[in-house]
């Protein structure tokens, strides 16, 4: 392709087409492709680069002591944060965090800045976004102005780059990647090209020099700002930012990280001093109390290294429409399908006519299978009008079967329970005799509803 010529690149998914059309053919966005100028990839080879050959190093570490010198990872003191990076952050990591604008992005990375500060690590907060007063601003009403953090507002890529290579940081903050310009690039900033470009020589100085970097990246569901995607395979991990409207609870969940596990999540409070963390989220989703009315549910779920009761709401009303409607929050429309259809037909319970509404308490998202009896149980409570057993949560897989199975980590799950006052759990047959909580066991569907019902 000739150096000058004009590419279109879409700002959903980064998809480049020669020709100009409505639709993404890669995504299937419609008005997103945006014309851009083609150049060279930053870095790409030039002709002093000939007749150089790399260096390849052996696995084994040389000398025995060298074994120490593994880095260590940087701990913020933020734990939640630390669990999500898989336990701190290593030093040359490269770390996206995406999220809606207003979620609290800057808010949680000044925390950590301010808390990797004061641990002694080199700090710098370098913004695109806010003035340097209103970062000062922001972080004295959230008492952290005492911090050691060098901050910036700056949003060329060159003179960010330029200082990080004469001051040495331990730990840099982007925010955001979408506000970064580079010179070599010729295209508008935010879009895909400049987002590419800016990410990559960011990237390349976290390896070279051992500075982690923590880039953050805004989320736009109509894909007019370029979606951090183009930079996911870029990072070492990615954490993405999450909270429902209306709710102040924030979780932070790895989605990509290769220095850990992915199914790790953060759960934080937004306050009037910032973000609270929050040690033990079972609490928090589990609504008011344990009245139970009918129609509610309590899930002992896993929520990556740990066990988490959530309360699983369901309302069963006569529909008022030709379609009854078939609503979810927290939880997957496709699997709702699968539990009325299972009730329906291997339990001869049918919702035929009613409008379904299934909520997860607190804005948290269900994804675990082991959540379909829990799920299962407060629509058949809601139909009936018929209260659970109260202090007892549910748990198991259910097969189109109409069987109960057994899910992992079932200890963990009774010993949370235990731990937060509930007496009893019902779940599959197989699970432990000796648990810690009297366990109401049953091998089908069928016989959980007849037998609680
Ligand atoms: P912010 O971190 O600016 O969001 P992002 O960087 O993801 O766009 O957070 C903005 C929201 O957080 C804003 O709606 C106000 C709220 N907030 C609080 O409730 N308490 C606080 O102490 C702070 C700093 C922000
Ligand atoms: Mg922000």
Redesign the pocket.
Known sequence: MARDSAIYVCQSCGNVHNKWAGQCSGCGQWNTLVQEAFSAPPGGLKPEAAGKISRLNKLQFETLESEDAIPVRMVTGIEEFDRVCGGGVVPGSAILIA??????????L?QVAANAALKNLKVAYISG?EAVEQIRG?AS??GLSKAPVNLAAETALRTILESLKREKFDLVII??IQTLWSDAVEAAQGSVSQVRACAGELVRLAKKQSTSIIM?G?VTKEGQIAGPRVVEHMVDAVLS?EGERGYPFRILRGTKNRFGATDEIGVFE??????REVPNPSALFLGDGHERASGSAVFAGIEGSRPVLIEVQALVAPSAYGTPRRAVVGWDSGRLAMILAVLESRCGVGFGQKDVYLNVAGGLRISEPAGDLCAALALVSALTDQPLPRDCVVFGEISLSGDIRSVSRAEGRLKEALKLGFSSAVTAQSVAENAPVQVRGYTTLVDAVTGLF
């Open positions: 999220g809606d604008p207003g979620v609290g992005k800057s808010t949680l000044l976004e922001r009403r959230m925010d955001s953050v805004h930012f937004m306050g009037d001093a910032g973000l």
